[in-house]
């Protein structure tokens, strides 16, 4: 198990940019896949971003495809989501997500440790 703890949320403007930060308690964080989820009022929480530990592949929801970029620094046992051309769709609490499965289909349930969460907000 890994501690996360997220940081870099805010208010911007639609059409803004932001970048998410996870940091990540430990030594085995290069051996642990990672996530980033969003959960809005009212909604279930859902699917961001991926990275696979063993090859650095990633996989995106449709929704910020081309938009969003997710990446890791296993030297500072970090995280971050860059997000770009943002939409009030996108206004969120995001969350920091490590696990141990990564398969075809990205699941909440494949990630065992979670931050808190991080508050995003997209004004229009």
């Known amino acids: 198990q890994v501690q996360l703890v997220e940081s870099g949320g805010g208010l911007v403007q639609a059409g803004g940019s932001l970048r998410l930060s996870c940091a990540a308690s430990g030594r085995t964080f290069s051996n642990y896949h990672m996530g980033w989820f969003r959960q809005a009022p009212g909604k279930e929480r859902e699917f961001v971003a991926r990275i696979n530990y063993i090859d650095s592949s990633t996989d995106y929801a449709d929704s910020v495809k081309g938009r969003f970029a997710i990446s890791r620094d296993n030297a500072k046992n970090m995280l971050y989501l860059q997000m770009n051309s943002l939409k009030p769709e996108d206004t969120a609490v995001y969350y920091c997500?490590?696990?141990?499965?990564?398969?075809?289909?990205?699941?909440?349930?494949?990630?065992?440790?979670w931050g808190q969460g991080t508050q995003v907000t997209v004004s229009s």
């Open positions: 997500a490590a696990g141990r499965t990564y398969l075809y289909t990205p699941r909440d349930s494949d990630f065992g440790s």
